[in-house]
């Protein structure tokens, strides 16, 4: 009688485990640095995963957060500006969305670049939009599998600002001049 019993209880539990164990949620990403899109990444000569880089460079004082397997994205970034001395000073973009790209496949089975970006508006902007602040909060629907992800703060249109990621060394293509910090801000790789 107690092998009957504990046979039943095992069995309830092998069956229960796959459901229990899909209600967890795991973190994917988490970063604490992101940089600006600056050097060989503006404008379209060289997209990473499909997506082109802003026209001008971009820098910023810092980015974090957190990609879950549920599609949960976090994203706060703080001075996300094109520096004064590239001419702005400010971000003159009315908002900011985020994108993430995956590698995944498709129905034939092969290899395809996947994005998939947020729906939000102003609302991310904290206090005055053009110092570069904004915090995004989204569930996206990621692609089955999502592998390498990289989170990108776009424009509304989509061209991306910063990426997961960090330069070594400063990347100033031949013959261009490299691009200088105002006071308090940094410039990526240099």
């Known amino acids: 009688m107690k092998t009957s019993i504990l046979t ?20 994917v ?3 604490d640095t992101m940089t600006g899109v600056s050097g060989p990444f503006l404008g379209s000569a060289n997209p990473i995963r499909d997506l082109n880089g802003g026209g001008a460079p971009w820098v910023l004082n810092r980015g974090r957060g957190e990609l879950r397997s549920d599609g949960e994205l976090r994203v ?3 001075g996300l500006i094109i520096p004064a001395s590239a001419g702005q000073g400010l971000n003159p973009a009315p908002f ?8 995944s496949v498709d129905d034939a089975g092969l290899q395809v670049f996947h994005t998939v970006f947020t729906e939000n508006g ?8 053009t110092n570069g602040d904004a915090r995004i909060e989204a569930r996206l629907d990621l692609p ?3 592998i ?3 989170v990108f703060v776009t424009s509304p249109t989509g061209s991306w600002f ?14 261009a001049a490299p691009v200088e910090a105002a006071p308090g801000e940094v410039v990526p790789g240099q």
């Open 162 to 175: 910063a990426t997961t990621g960090v330069f070594m060394e400063a990347v100033v293509p031949e013959g």
């Open 144 to 146: 089955n599998p999502c």
């Open 96 to 103: 900011f969305r985020a994108a993430v790209s995956c590698l």
């Open 122 to 129: 102003s609302e991310v902007m904290k206090g005055d939009p």
């Open 8 to 27: 039943v209880f095992c069995t309830v539990c092998m069956a229960l485990l796959p459901s229990f164990a899909q209600g967890f949620v795991d973190t």
């Open 76 to 78: 706060e970034v703080e």
């Open 29 to 31: 990403l988490e970063f």
């Open 148 to 150: 390498a992800p990289i």
